[in-house]
């Protein structure tokens, strides 16, 4: 089959790799019919998270049940699903209590509680790298998927697949940032990054009753974006103050709730860089730039 495969930094192709096959009888093969890049990947791409063999790309997908395994019961050949991007056992503590991204099971060679550079990890997450379980991911023809009776969703034929692939990880995302923050109805939202995930993160936080929703980003386009399809105030941190804006807004109140949907690659002051390579930090490759 055809795939886009990680190679070694900067470096991906769009090669012919083995099919994948069962190789537990929970799994299922999955013929993917819509795939998306997501910013995550850029940081496999860019380096930042290491990965030192070829490994298939991709962590957002879906596509129709094409094989699977004996003990697979929610799932027959045909159906069509939506993977999530965190691999999920189903059973330990952790996805028993809501929090399968913190699975037990699925990343067993490098899970761990401390989070550290290269070892002590959260659950395997498709197509990212081999200190998240090594699965091959979605950006490709076929895919194994492992656990099928877990995280997979099956998507009525009513809804296409443009509008549910999100449904894999971006917007799942940006709710979760708003659902964490248990909004009561009638808060002023402040959300700072209006990438992907920003943009996620405004709809849901109207969606939860937001009577104000304020984007901040320093990108003028994006703010351009997220007013024209998300309604929102847009603050630019290079034009105002963005803190005296926000009370400004709120009667010297402020934002009820701040969400950071900025993530792995913050802009950064000259001080912020030398501040970021001093302490190791791992978080964004352009430290050093």
Same mark, same amino acid.
């Given at each position: ?9 900067g470096d991906i192709s769009y090669t012919t790799v083995a099919d994948p096959r069962i190789e537990l009888a929970t799994d299922i093969i999955l013929k993917v019919t819509s795939t998306a890049i997501c910013g995550s990947d850029l940081h496999i791409l860019n380096g930042a998270v ?45 996805? %028993? ?138 603050? %630019? ?41 001093? %302490? ?10």
């Amino acid at each position: 089959m055809k795939a886009a495969v990680f190679h070694k930094p900067g470096d991906i192709s769009y090669t012919t790799v083995a099919d994948p096959r069962i190789e537990l009888a929970t799994d299922i093969i999955l013929k993917v019919t819509s795939t998306a890049i997501c910013g995550s990947d850029l940081h496999i791409l860019n380096g930042a998270v290491p990965q030192s063999s070829d490994m298939v790309m991709g962590h957002e997908f879906m596509g129709i049940v094409e094989e699977v395994g004996a003990e697979v019961k929610n799932l027959k050949k045909g159906d069509r699903v939506i993977v999530p991007f965190p691999i999920a056992c189903g059973s330990c503590f952790f996805c %028993n209590h809501g929090a399968s991204p913190s699975c037990e099971n699925s990343n067993y060679k490098h899970y761990g509680p401390n989070g550290d550079l290269m070892d002590q990890k959260g659950a395997a997450l498709f197509g990212y790298t081999d200190l998240y379980g090594g699965y091959s991911g979605g950006q490709a023809e076929y895919v194994r998927v492992p656990y099928a009776d877990v995280s997979p969703r099956i998507i009525p034929d009513n809804i296409t697949d443009e509008q549910a692939l999100f449904l894999t990880d971006i917007f799942p995302t940006g709710w979760s940032g708003v659902d964490w923050a248990q909004l009561k109805g009638g808060e002023v939202v402040a959300i700072f990054g209006s990438g992907p995930v920003g943009l996620m993160a405004q709809k849901a936080a109207w969606l939860h009753g937001a009577s104000r929703v304020i984007a901040i980003d320093p990108l003028d386009y994006r703010l351009e974006k997220a007013k024209a399809i998300n309604k929102v105030d847009t603050l %630019n941190p290079h034009k105002v103050d963005v803190v005296e804006a926000i009370r400004e807004m709120t009667q010297g109140r402020g934002a009820d709730v701040c969400i950071d949907a900025v993530g792995f690659e913050p802009e950064r002051s000259f001080m912020d860089k030398v501040k970021a390579t001093i %302490n190791f930090e791992k978080g964004s490759m352009k430290v050093l730039e």
